[in-house]
């Protein structure tokens, strides 16, 4: 609870998916404030010779996430904690994780490292800073950081896995689900994902999407496409499985010239509040 007494809504408990071999999605959901709504704080393991955590979730959920990481893998083990970007919600447990972690080393960027220092301090030698097309050998892959198409840090990179084909999409393809949560974007009710993509990505991730070069973008979409993901997972977005990957790609590539829903505004939050039954 916060000094002025105001208790946000916890976040709602998602059991972990295993979407590729050793591959899992910590997941859990916020429930959205006056709409009947939620949205996934996902983060990733990647449970190799050498583990993986890839960004460490929100600490509203500090609890849970840690519970469910050690249930997938020792932590003594944890070789490697691959942030995507310096946001709350990805390195909401970051301290922890390197806490719990001792031989784990921070892989994340200059940028990154700069953004976070007044805020986060890890020693130089537990960093190993990989820019976009770098990439890292975890001992029985080798992961390829990309920076994606949209993103709301400039410090976001992507990470792909060419062993399983699992796309970490980090904060790209964000979407709202219902308030009750599904497990893929093929489960969200029909009209949800396009719409959802469309308020998410203009309002909130990626305002700039209506000015871009549209041939750079989609040169930047192509060069997503091009990994060829067999599975995309990211932190605000239900499972992108391997049937629906060709459809996020063709969503990504027409944000440009999509029009969003309205930004919710005044009216939207007295709307709200009233149905709350929130006081002042
Ligand atoms: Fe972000
Ligand atoms: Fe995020």
Request: hydrophobic residues 45%; charged residues 20%; contains cysteine.
């Amino acid at each position: 609870m916060s000094s002025n007494g105001f208790r946000p809504p916890a976040p709602i408990p998602l059991d972990p998916i295993e979407i590729a071999p050793d591959t899992f999605v910590l997941r859990s959901a916020q429930p959205a404030f006056g709409a009947p709504l939620s949205v996934n704080l996902n983060s990733l393991v990647i449970r190799g010779v050498e583990p993986v955590i890839v960004d460490t979730g929100p600490a509203s959920n500090r609890e849970r996430w840690l519970a469910d990481l050690a249930s997938l893998v020792d932590p003594a083990d944890v070789r490697w904690i691959f942030l995507s970007h310096d946001d709350v919600d990805h390195t909401g447990n970051l301290h922890e994780a390197l806490a719990m972690c001792p031989s784990a080393t921070l892989v994340t960027n200059w940028a990154s490292t700069e953004r976070m220092g007044c805020e986060i301090a890890v020693p130089p030698h537990r960093l190993r800073w990989i820019d976009d097309g770098g990439s890292l050998d975890v001992g029985d892959r080798v992961l390829r950081a990309v920076r994606p198409p949209v993103y709301d840090s400039p410090t976001t990179r992507a990470l792909f896995d060419p062993s399983t084909g699992v796309l970490w999409a980090s904060d790209a393809f964000a979407t709202p689900m219902p308030a009750e949560p599904v497990e893929t974007v093929a489960d969200l009710p029909p009209g949800m994902w396009p719409e959802g993509l469309a308020m998410f990505h203009h309002h909130a991730l990626a305002p700039w999407l209506s000015m871009v070069d549209r041939t750079a973008f989609a040169g930047a979409v192509d060069r997503f496409r091009s990994l060829e993901p067999s599975v995309v997972a990211a932190a605000h977005t239900p499972i992108i499985d391997s049937g629906s990957v060709a459809a996020a790609m063709d969503h990504l590539a027409s944000l440009p010239d999509v029009v969003p829903p309205p930004h919710p505004d005044q009216a939207a939050l007295d709307a709200a509040l009233a149905g709350s039954g929130a006081t002042s």
